[in-house]
Nanobody, 119 residues
Framework: QVQLVESGPALVKPSQTLALTCTVS??????????WSWVRQSPGKGLEWLGV???????YYAPSLKGRIHISWDTSKNQFTLELNSVTPEDTATYYC???????????WGRGVLVTVSS
């Protein structure tokens, strides 16, 4: 059974960097044809895909966030991280990490962590 757990600060000040970690158990990040994504849901809005790190280590980002987002991993800890810089209150959301299968469909996801951007 694969489990994902998000962790990070619940409150970030505007203009600072939001940094979250997803700790994965039950399977390696490098397992063939699996992809590790970050998504978020802002209050009253739908899910927004932010970016992904593939089993090869290659990353892809949402065009709207390019320049502000960075996803990386530590395979020795089986963790992948999200960094979003220059945050504004519009980045307030519940952030989720998920595993996507070979068809890019999510098959496991974490419970999410609410991050509020406020001074």
């Amino acid at each position: 059974q694969v489990q994902l757990v998000e962790s990070g600060p619940a409150l970030v000040k505007p203009s600072q960097t939001l940094a979250l970690t997803c700790t994965v158990s039950g399977g390696p990040l490098t397992e063939d044809y699996h992809y590790w994504s970050w998504v978020r849901q802002s209050p009253g809005k739908g899910l927004e895909w932010l970016g992904v790190i593939a089993y090869t280590g290659t990353t892809y980002y949402a065009p709207s966030l390019k320049g502000r987002i960075h996803i990386s991993w530590d395979t020795s800890k089986n963790q992948f991280t999200l960094e979003l810089n220059s945050v504004t209150p519009e980045d307030t959301a519940t952030y989720y990490c998920e595993r996507d299968d070979i068809g890019w469909s999510p098959d496991y996801w974490g419970r999410g962590v609410l991050v509020t951007v406020s001074s």
